[in-house]
């Protein structure tokens, strides 16, 4: 039973991986990135990890790839153009170097004495599966690597935000923002859209900046 | 029940790594290449899943954990960065953005 669901899912892993790296399009490339995505959080979970399945699933097939949508739909990227350069020569290129580099993998296994259809690991206990085993070792052996990896996502979130911005926007601070004057905010009831008596004229301003109400 | 070996899992974790190079080296959409990064990261994450399995050790697991915070701010830091350059040359073909190419 266990073959059958691993098989099936490294099946379909694989198959939408091709995909991937296939589609022209980025958004089909990414939807099958969540297959993918999803049918390895099964293998966590037959793994033993059913935590890492529920972050795979959550985190990654539900924020990381919204945010590669989002960025998508934002980009409207159109997908590849025609070539222009040798396709056929770089792609079988990439080919030769992904052989060789795989080759590179399979001697160090080979040399660790793991052989395919091996013997099976040892049988699934209560203790290693349970949740709280997972979350000594996360708090307690590696707390303080845990703690900069929230630095480093914070370092993150700013530098994403950074790097975002409109160069030469202008800054959306609170400073800018408009300070009425009791009694001078403009109408905004649609019902009474007659000529606004207060409407401001163009050497009264309806707003004084903060600077200019200090 | 019968586990399934550790070997087919790193079997499978060499064969989706190397459909993520082949992707990360051969496409020119920017984002494509993000996606074929992402999908090496999990590849090298079901390897660390499974020897933490055949170990017995739940170091495997911390450190997937880790790779997935890691590939978080990665994302967000990289397709802010093409955003910014998409402002800048209406594209994100890898093969113009060549600014800081020799």
Do not use: C
Not at chain 2, 24 to 45: C, D, K, P, Q
């Amino acid at each position: 039973m266990e073959t059958l669901i691993f098989f099936l899912f490294a099946a379909l892993a694989v198959g939408s991986a091709i995909v991937v790296v296939t589609h022209k399009s980025p958004i089909y490339s990414t939807l099958s990135l969540v297959l993918t995505l999803l049918s390895m959080a099964v293998l966590f979970v037959l793994l033993g990890a059913p935590f890492l399945g529920a972050v795979q699933v959550l985190v990654y097939a539900g924020a990381i790839v919204v945010l590669f949508l989002f960025v998508i739909m934002l980009l409207n990227v159109q997908k590849e153009e025609a070539a222009h350069v040798d396709r056929g020569a770089q792609l079988w290129t990439a080919i030769v170097g992904v052989i060789a580099f795989l080759g590179m993998f399979w001697l160090a296994f080979w040399r660790t004495g793991l052989r395919i259809g091996g013997p099976a690991p040892q049988p699934l206990t209560q203790e290693f599966v349970a949740l709280r085993t997972v979350a000594v070792e996360l708090f307690g052996t590696y707390l303080l690597p845990f703690e900069m990896v929230g630095l480093l996502l914070l370092v993150a979130v700013i530098g994403a935000t950074v790097a975002a911005r409109r160069p030469g926007a202008p800054d959306n601070s609170v400073d800018d923002l408009p300070v009425y004057a009791s009694g001078d905010e403009p109408r905004t009831d649609p019902l009474r859209s007659g000529p606004d008596p207060r409407r401001p004229s163009v050497a009264e301003p309806a707003y004084k900046t903060k600077e200019a109400n200090v | 029940m019968s586990a399934v070996p550790i070997s087919w899992y790193l079997l499978l974790s060499a064969i989706l790594f190397g459909i993520g190079a082949i992707g990360a080296l051969t496409r020119r959409n920017g984002i494509a290449i993000f996606l074929s990064v992402e999908l090496m990261l999990n590849a090298a994450n079901l390897t660390l899943v499974a020897y933490a399995r055949q170990l017995g050790s739940h170091t495997g697991q911390v450190i997937v954990f880790f790779v997935m915070a890691v590939a978080a701010a990665e994302a967000a830091v990289g397709l802010a960065l093409f955003i910014a350059v998409f402002r800048q040359r209406h594209t994100i073909d890898v093969n113009r953005m060549n600014l800081m190419r020799w």
